[in-house]
């Protein structure tokens, strides 16, 4: 199959966050398994651009990758608007339709990776002129949190603009059953599939190859809560740092590692609200890391908490998961298959509870460990991608079908 995505980013734009690495390791897998995939994207990396050739084919392990030059007017007219600073943009890109109108001939289907950006816009209306299935997926930012940041602004987009694509898609696609009930209260019935997001476990560290510790400044033979994720109000670092200061009462030992980009500029509180409580070298904040660093660090944590209020399917667990790091997290992060695979824990989103699962936790021992081996073989058996996308490949099939029945029986088929 030849097959098109529309992604608001693509590698190495690791700024914007999991659908980066979830959208880029599907494609990958798509063409080790024989497809052709070519990603339409902007050159945006949440608040900077990327240094990639624009408007033109670049190959990125073995996938063709546009990366279009973005124009963001509304932003930098209004920079001085937090939310608009601070938003990944509508990510208008000027020769994306010329480049749609030239290529889409050669298609079998269009995928779009998430909604409120153009090339989703662009692509699924792209698809519809040329009679192409469209395949959508909205990565979790339906949900009913993530619909209350800006809300007035995405109620009305979605009325005037997205409803209609979304109305007329072959196949909605949801990574958990809570995005599949997204759609439907919304008002969206066509037919939809779930299709998780996987993980390649043999990228991960089960022990650490270097020393994590001097690079992050982690005191020797100190016990290690991570955070990874972007720093937003909805990802629960707040409640967080509040449930660690209670949990330093009973584990002095620990220390607390939230890394990842500072998206809405809330390291310095959350710093200060540690220094406050008498416990500031014990917050670290190293930013956002890659490469070896950050899958030492994975292997290195003894617990890797998510207080997320508002998840699609998050990559960061999965990958703490592969590291063989049992996992703390919220419902919101939508996985409790974890708790029934023995691999973590689910806690309600508030930090009493939060601190008190942390407690638990670090009091299990060694079967803190025997969670973490449990963790690794639970992703290794359910979430690899190639199973992933063996799963993703039958929707496609089913859709590409019934795509076709539709168009032959319709009158102006």
């Known amino acids: 199959m030849r097959i098109l995505y529309a992604a608001l980013g ?69 920079s001085y608007i937090p939310y608009l600073s601070q938003s990944v943009g509508f990510l208008y890109s000027p020769k994306m339709r010329g480049e749609l109108e ?38 979790g930012l339906f949900g009913t949190n993530h619909l209350k940041r800006r ?30 009930h997204a759609y439907k209260a919304l008002g969206f019935d066509a037919p939809c599939k779930i299709v998780p997001n996987g993980v390649d476990v043999t990228r991960y560290r089960q022990h650490p190859e270097s020393s994590a510790d001097e690079k992050l400044g ?12 972007r720093l937003n109000s909805t990802k629960g670092a707040d409640i967080l740092v509040e449930a660690f200061i209670d949990t330093q009462k009973r584990h002095p030992d620990t220390v607390l590692v939230i890394a990842g980009p500072d998206e809405s500029n809330i390291a310095e509180s959350l710093r200060s609200t540690a220094i406050r409580a008498g416990i500031g070298p014990k ?20 617990l890797f908490c998510s207080p997320s209020h ?20 919220t419902p919101s992060c939508n996985f409790p298959e974890v708790e029934a695979a023995g691999a973590g824990k689910v806690v309600a ?20 460990r025997t969670m973490g081996d449990a963790a690794r073989n639970f992703v290794a058996r359910d979430y690899t991608w190639d199973c992933i996308t063996d799963q993703l490949l039958e929707v496609y099939e089913e859709g590409i079908q019934r795509h076709h029945r539709i168009a032959q029986t319709s009158p102006l088929g």
């Not at 990559?315 to 703390?328: F, Q």
Request: aromatic letters at 10%.
């Open 218 to 229: 982690i005191p020797a033979g100190a016990r290690v809560i991570l955070f990874m994720g």
């Open 310 to 329: 508002a998840e699609g399917f998050s990559m960061a667990i999965l990958e703490a998961l592969a590291s063989a790091t049992p996992v703390l997290i």
């Open 102 to 139: 030239r290529i889409m001939p050669s298609f079998d289907l269009v995928h779009t990776q998430c909604p409120f950006v153009y090339p989703t816009y662009a692509c699924a209306n792209a698809a519809f002129r040329f009679g192409k299935p469209l395949f959508y997926q909205q990565r």
């Open 10 to 78: 693509y590698k190495p734009a690791y700024k914007i966050g999991g659908p980066v690495v979830s959208v880029s390791s599907t494609a990958e897998c798509l063409v080790k398994k024989g497809h052709e995939v070519v990603v339409f994207t902007s050159n945006s990396n949440l608040t900077e651009d990327l240094d990639v050739p624009t408007d033109q084919p670049v190959d990125v392990n073995g996938v063709q990758v546009w990366y279009f030059k973005r124009e963001e007017y509304i932003k930098r007219l209004f």
């Open 349 to 368: 989103e508030d930090s009493k509870s939060l601190a008190q699962s942390l407690c638990e936790m670090l009091d299990m021992g060694d079967s803190l």
């Open 283 to 302: 917050v670290l904040f190293p930013g956002m890391i890659t490469g070896d660093t950050k899958l030492d660090l994975l292997a290195r944590a003894d």
């Open 151 to 180: 809300a007035l602004k995405k109620r009305l987009y979605i009325l005037l603009v997205e409803g209609r694509i979304l109305h007329r898609a072959t196949t909605l696609i949801a990574l958990t059953k809570e995005e599949l």
